[in-house]
């Protein structure tokens, strides 16, 4: 009954229940529209100010501004068993030391040249600098167990100092001479525990008490700096003296350092190791040293944190001078000289949190250049070429949102506590391009008005236009915010930072271009109609017309009359799909083969100082492994022995682990080598355990275990050790490919220690390794990424069903976003890429602005009529080109990123050159194909003033209205905008026709 009544093609299809619910609401939603945009170009200097004042409101947030670099924050689950285990340590177990590391390299660091070099920076280093402490006041000291005659002496039989050697005690002779005879044997032998030492001398079994506590108080305790020059205790006259033999000769023999008489392991400071046919060591390619700055965990007062660590540096005392110490060191080892063909790589403990600090702003250069860029890609699209129709101004004011956009966004979630991470600084760049979008997206409806619209009253024609555009927007930005509503469910802090971030920035972009920029639009409008000059508004052009050029849309004329009828012609359908399928079968095998892996140190700018450390770490000592402990609390050990050498026997037995250092096994063969007691069975008196762990503690095979037991009291030589609050045992994994091995064998560490049953009142027993930061997060980013993926998608089609209305057209547009993710995903892996936090983010993004290009084709296509072909086409012209402006202008503003140092901004842009090149095809070739073969028929509601006229309507009168002015090259004349009739009536009469 309504066709005939209508007169329409009974081709036609009459609208279903969907569309005659959705009607109604889009129906509401463009009145809506239509009433603001009517409104904000009446009262305009009041919507400006608004905006501004509530730019000024939120920006109060940024008060409580918090940047968390912290990489146990950033990127592992806070429910997770590390971040548990390491505010455990922090808590209970603070590291003593920090670590100033140096990697010198050359073609042989083993000449005598090198060495030579190695001390120059050591004295260096070891010298008092002009400001700050000397490094005798701030390294960690080690008790000395090599007496001072021990010295390994050159092949000329030197003498030693007598000044060195007591003549006065027979049993510092003795003690000498037992540890000569016992290096001389242990030098050719290395079993897994040492034991020959037991044979000869062990001051604290073979002395009275006293007199071992005597030699323990005597003892020497120099500074804790490993290195080759330990082999010449940092001599400059015997290094001086070097000659190439002298050296391999140390180097081979060297079984304890002469400073501290522990085992030295010449493996573990060499690198690039090139051997003889005998295996004994002729050159290397690298030399590892190690400075051991102490910190004072119990310091009181102000604690700074090291943002990349997370380790506290109390700024008191001796911890106010670690971190002066550091800047001397950076400055000693970054000035120095390439002699020799040394080079020196070189990491401080303050490294990481530095660097990390310094990229998130280091890379700002790349953001004002893509705006910079982006404004003269606005201004050449938004205005025309002549002296009043130019929107300079309004070009910056564009631009000028987006940064409104991110002061609300950054002042409202840092009022809410959201911390700010190194990832987040990608998020000015995301929201120009989606503002600039909504932009285009205005101004292309605004363009687009038909001729007979163009002359009503100024605020009748901006609320037309945004009654076409707001809905446009709406839908692309809804759809944008539940792609990072669902985002930030997310167990990965830094991911959920950024989608709240991001999610509150797309919809003050929305906010502030639906308003802000409509309101400086409709200022531009009036001084173009009023003829006033596009760079000085004041003067007026009296006799002005506009050149014919300025008045043509060549692009919108190559959308029409070039671009549309080659793509949907047949030819050009064919080789759309053809292109299309190739794309993603090729992509579909690269996203199979797309494989998780997270390092935080790719956050580190390839050229920094630290990111060089670690490659050459990686070149010359490739079979260094990940160091981890096993933390044990809570537990009475003298009941819990048998549990101790049952965990020590499965992490031996683990095949994931190369190294096991235990105190407990040390102190096993102790007890048991010296007929103390028989372990692991219980002592007959549960009290013997403290007195003779406090005598090992002081033995030359017990003190280095020292730092692994924590006490609860001070341990004192002679006395029975305090009680035992927390211990640890010390792992190294292997070598392992990837997260493939590494995840199943942390998981096998953290089943075998928890199959072993230790009791207490509260055991702790917990796995803890700084790679398991990295190995936890591998476990579970890629599950986050496709749940989030997934529920994005869910959420993006109810809600585009919900504003489109249409089946066919929402699958269509789903199709064209699930292809460009697929495309993606295969280009990240040819490019490089993992899935990782970064991509994760980068993947979420995607999301929203392949339904960004999509659901503005998809729902333009609707309002148009015709054949399928003709309303394909007819969206081409439409709408084409302000998609094609909103992903180029996208394009060009990251572009530069590519030439980053940055993780962050290059992973940005490898994954949104992916969105908006396959974004772009899907969006602007792709669906009008689809749209063309199998688009819906278009629906015939009741004809009102306010409804969209047909396209050959919409030709005509834009034919008829640019010969008009072309004819006498006129603008419309400024209405008496007080005439607000219309508005009402008219959206009145198009909801209750669309219902």
């Known amino acids: 009954m309504a066709l005939e009544k209508t007169g329409a093609n009974p081709e036609m299809k009459s609208p279903g229940l969907l569309r005659r619910v959705s009607s109604r609401f889009i129906g509401g939603f463009e009145y809506l529209f239509y009433q603001h945009g009517y409104t904000v170009c009446r009262h305009p200097y009041l919507y400006i100010v608004s905006v501004l004042a509530i730019t000024v409101a939120c920006g109060i947030g940024l008060l409580n501004f918090h940047q968390e670099n912290r990489p146990f924050k950033l990127w592992i689950p806070q429910d997770s068993d590390f971040v548990k285990t390491y505010d455990w340590m922090q808590d209970n177990y603070p590291r003593e030391f920090r670590f100033e590391n140096a990697i010198v390299t050359a073609e042989n660091v083993l000449e005598p040249a090198v060495i030579q070099e190695m001390l120059r920076v050591h004295q260096r280093v070891s010298a008092v600098p002009g400001a700050g402490p000397a490094w005798s006041d701030v390294c960690a000291r080690l008790p000395s167990l090599a007496a001072p005659e021990d010295e390994v002496y050159e092949a ?22 037992a540890r000569r005879r016992r290096r001389r044997r242990q030098a050719s032998q290395r079993p897994e525990f040492d034991v020959s030492g037991y044979d000869d001398f062990d001051p604290s079994v073979s002395l009275p008490t006293s007199l071992h506590c005597m030699l323990v108080e005597g003892m020497e305790r120099p500074c804790w700096e490993a290195s080759l020059l330990e082999l010449w205790r940092f001599n400059e006259r015997r290094i001086a003296n070097l000659t190439r033999e002298q050296v391999l000769t140390a180097v081979n023999t060297a079984a304890y350092s002469p400073v501290f008489g522990y085992r030295f392991n010449v493996s573990r400071y060499l690198g ?13 390619g690298a030399a590892f040293f190690a400075w051991a700055v102490r910190r004072d965990p119990d310091a009181e007062n102000v604690i700074v944190s090291d943002t990349g660590t997370g380790e506290p540096v109390c700024l008191f005392q001796v911890d106010e001078n670690t971190l002066l110490f550091e800047n001397h060191f950076l400055s000693v080892l970054s000035s120095a000289p390439s002699l020799h063909g040394v080079t020196w790589y070189y990491s401080a403990g303050k490294s990481f949190g530095e660097i990390s600090n310094s990229t998130i702003f280091g890379d700002v250069k790349y953001l004002v250049l893509g705006y910079v860029v982006m404004f003269i890609y606005i201004q050449l699209m938004l205005g025309r070429c002549n002296m009043v129709e130019h929107r300079t101004y309004l070009s910056i004011i564009g631009v000028a949102s987006v940064g409104l956009a991110v002061v609300i966004s950054f002042g409202l979630c840092s009022a809410l506590g959201v911390f700010f991470g190194p990832v987040h ?33 100024l605020p009748e024609r901006v609320g037309r236009a945004l009654q076409h555009a707001g809905v446009s927007i709406t839908v692309t930005s809804l759809t944008d915010f539940v792609a990072f509503g669902i985002g930030a469910s997310t167990v990965l802090p830094s991911l959920q930072s950024f989608c709240i971030y991001a999610a509150v920035g797309i919809m003050a972009v929305y906010f502030i271009q639906a308003t802000w920029f409509v309101a400086w639009f409709t200022l531009d409008q009036r001084r173009i109609e009023a003829r006033r000059d596009g760079l000085v508004p004041c003067y007026t052009h009296r006799n002005w017309a506009p050149n014919t050029c300025s008045q043509r849309n060549y692009f919108q004329n190559f959308f029409s009359r070039v671009y549309a009828p080659a793509v949907l012609s047949v030819p050009g359908k064919v080789i759309v799909l053809v292109v299309t399928c190739a794309l993603l079968a090729v992509n579909s095998w690269g996203l199979s083969e797309l494989r998780q892996e997270f390092n935080p140190l790719w956050f580190l700018p390839t050229d920094s100082y630290l990111s060089m450390y670690h490659r050459s770490v990686e070149r010359f000592f490739p079979n260094e492994g990940h160091e981890g402990v096993v933390f044990l609390s809570g537990l009475h050990l003298a009941d819990n022995l048998p549990q101790m050498a049952l965990l020590s026997q499965k992490l031996r037995a683990e095949p994931s682990i190369e190294h096991v250092d235990s105190w407990y096994d040390e102190f096993q063969f102790y007890i048991n080598y010296n007929e103390y007691g028989e372990l692991p069975e219980r002592f007959a008196d549960g009290y013997e355990f403290l007195p003779l762990l406090g005598q090992f503690m002081f033995s030359p095979r017990g003190g280095k275990y020292q730092s692994f037991i924590q006490f609860n009291g001070t341990l004192t030589c002679g006395e029975p050790a305090p009680p035992i609050t927390a211990s640890m045992i010390t792992f190294t994994h292997r070598l392992m490919d990837g997260p493939r091995q590494q995840i199943p064998a942390m998981v096998r560490v953290k089943e075998l220690v928890n199959s072993v049953n230790f009791t207490g009142e509260a055991p702790l027993v917990q796995p803890l390794a700084e790679a398991y930061a990295s190995w936890e997060t591998d476990q579970v980013i890629e599950y986050e990424l496709y749940r989030n993926m997934g ?17 066919t057209v929402c699958l269509l547009v789903l199709t064209c976003v699930l292809v460009t993710l697929v495309d993606v995903g295969g280009l990240m892996h040819f490019w490089g890429l993992t899935i990782d936090t970064v991509s994760c983010i980068d993947v979420v993004l995607a999301i929203g602005l392949c339904v960004d290009y999509a659901a503005h084709v998809g729902h333009t296509f609707l309002t148009e009529r015709g ?39 290059v992973t940005f842009f490898k994954v949104f050159f992916g969105v908006t090149v396959y974004g772009l095809f899907h969006g602007l070739v792709l669906l009008p194909v689809l749209l063309s073969l199998v688009g819906p028929e278009p629906y015939l509601p009741a004809r009102t003033d306010m409804e969209l006229v047909s396209g050959e309507e919409k030709r005509a009168a834009r034919q008829e209205g640019d010969a008009v002015r072309e004819e006498d090259g006129t603008r419309p004349a400024q209405t008496d905008i007080s005439d607000v009739k219309y508005a009402p009536a008219v959206a009145d009469a198009h909801i209750t026709a669309m219902a």
């Open 425 to 457: 600084n990608i998020l000015p760049l995301l929201l120009l391009g989606l503002g600039v979008d909504d932009m285009f997206v205005v101004l292309q409806c605004w363009e687009t008005l038909p001729a007979a619209d163009r002359h009503r009253p």
């Open 867 to 905: 054949d399928r072909r003709q309303r394909a086409a007819d969206t081409l012209r439409d709408i084409g080109p302000a998609v094609f402006n909103g992903g180029f202008s996208t394009f060009i503003a990251f572009v530069f990123l590519a030439t980053s140092t940055s993780h962050v901004f």
């Open 156 to 177: 000329e039989d030197e003498v030693p100092d007598p000044s060195l050697v007591s003549e006065d005690s027979q049993t510092d002779s003795a003690v000498a001479e």
């Open 272 to 284: 690039g190791v090139q051997r003889n046919s005998t295996g004994h060591v002729v050159s290397a």
């Open 791 to 807: 529920l994005a998608m869910v959420c993006v089609f109810v809600m585009v069903l919900l504003l489109i209305a249409n089946l």
